[in-house]
């Protein structure tokens, strides 16, 4: 289940992915310490990406953003395990549903 968001795109570095794919070869305690650095590595350029200056924050964040709820529910689901998708997917199928309903209501009548 690699599914990889905007912010997992933005922070992304060689040195990080090269790391994750190696996890599974090493021992239990060389796993450890690497998934650790592995993840001080993605705060620290996490914290650095958001040190800059606002105004390319606002124009990477306007290119990217859509105002579509369905949209993001689906980007969430695609993430979620367990009872958090079911939730999300329920919601998703009954705003869905309402749409469709919306739809049938604007169709005129022959």
């Given at each position: 289940?690699?599914?990889?968001?905007?912010l997992d795109e933005m922070i992304a570095e060689d040195q990080v992915e090269i790391l994750k794919?190696?996890?599974?070869?090493?021992?239990?305690?060389?796993q450890r310490l690497i998934s650790v650095y592995a993840k001080f590595l993605e705060l620290s350029?996490?914290?650095?990406l958001f040190s800059q200056p606002q105004a390319d924050m606002q124009m990477h964040a306007q290119e990217q953003f859509t105002?579509?709820?369905?949209e993001m529910l689906t980007a969430c689901s695609k993430v979620c395990r367990g009872p958090a998708k079911e939730r999300i997917d329920s919601l998703?199928?009954?705003?869905?549903?309402v749409q469709l309903f919306e739809l049938s209501q604007d169709v005129p009548k022959q």
């Open positions: 289940m690699e599914e990889h968001n905007i794919a190696a996890m599974p070869y090493l021992p239990a305690q060389g350029n996490t914290i650095r105002a579509d709820p369905l998703i199928n009954t705003m869905a549903m």
